[in-house]
């Protein structure tokens, strides 16, 4: 079974401060990797994808992934209270469509 | 842009009964794929078409099928539904190549679906 672990939380961090949301996945061959936010009662947006081995930055967020250790981070600098949400990490291979999803850390972003 | 497009948005059915659920994807977006959302299981893959063809498919019973029309819109179906069923229904429809690389979804708002 391949699987996409992630620390279910919630995961509770002061406005302003740095989220850092982890995720580890077991199948080698992954070598896409997604991270979407869900707020409640809402759909999954993706944030952003990282397929190379460092670090991947966009606004407030960044993508951190280590093949080596099949590791997958996301930080999210000067957090904001709307920033409270699930987040899902998903892991694919290269040469199918099928993503395999975390069950999500629930972040809470207290004022 | 017009985004993923399910309907319908909710859905009570009995158990025993069949259902179809419809996904109208992004224009220029030729991968749909379906997950189903549940609290204790979190996302799971049900299946991807791409031009037509079901490309990949998850561990689901055969009671759920999917098909992809030539404008790329999607349904699925649940035939002989349990309680088991009732779920969060996802579209998502991707700019996957022919390939098959995956440069991430974008979301419908969902079928919530309750058998009873």
């Known amino acids: 079974q391949k699987e996409v672990e992630q620390n279910s939380g919630p995961l509770s961090v002061p406005e302003g401060a740095i989220a850092s949301l982890n995720c580890t996945y077991s199948?080698?061959?992954?070598?896409?990797f997604f991270w979407y936010r869900q707020y409640s009662g809402k759909s999954p947006e993706l944030i952003m994808f990282?397929?190379?081995?460092g670090d991947k930055e966009d606004g407030r967020f960044t993508a951190q992934l280590n093949k080596a250790s099949q590791y997958v981070s996301l930080l999210i600098r000067d957090s904001q209270p709307s920033d409270s949400a699930t987040y899902l990490c998903?892991?694919?291979?290269?040469?199918?469509?099928?993503?395999?999803f975390g069950t999500g850390t629930r972040l809470q972003v207290t004022l | 842009k017009a985004g993923v497009t399910q309907t319908p948005r909710y859905l009570i059915k009995t158990r025993g009964q069949q259902v179809t659920l419809s996904c109208s994807p992004i224009?220029?977006?030729?991968?749909v794929s379906w997950y189903q959302q549940t609290p204790g299981q979190g996302l799971q893959f049900l299946f991807e078409y791409f031009s037509e063809t079901q490309r990949n498919k998850g561990n689901f019973p055969g009671r759920f099928s999917g098909r992809q029309f030539s404008n790329s819109r999607s349904e699925m179906n649940v035939s002989t539904l349990e309680l088991g069923d009732s779920a969060l229904y996802l579209c998502?429809?991707?700019?996957?190549?022919?390939?098959?690389?995956?440069?991430?979804?974008?979301f419908g708002s969902g079928t919530r679906l309750t058998v009873v």
């Open positions: 998502a429809s991707s700019l996957a190549s022919g390939t098959g690389v995956n440069y991430g979804y974008t």
């Open positions: 224009s220029g977006h030729r991968s």
């Open positions: 199948d080698r061959g992954s070598q896409s």
């Open positions: 990282i397929y190379s081995n």
């Open positions: 998903a892991a694919g291979t290269g040469t199918a469509s099928k993503l395999t």
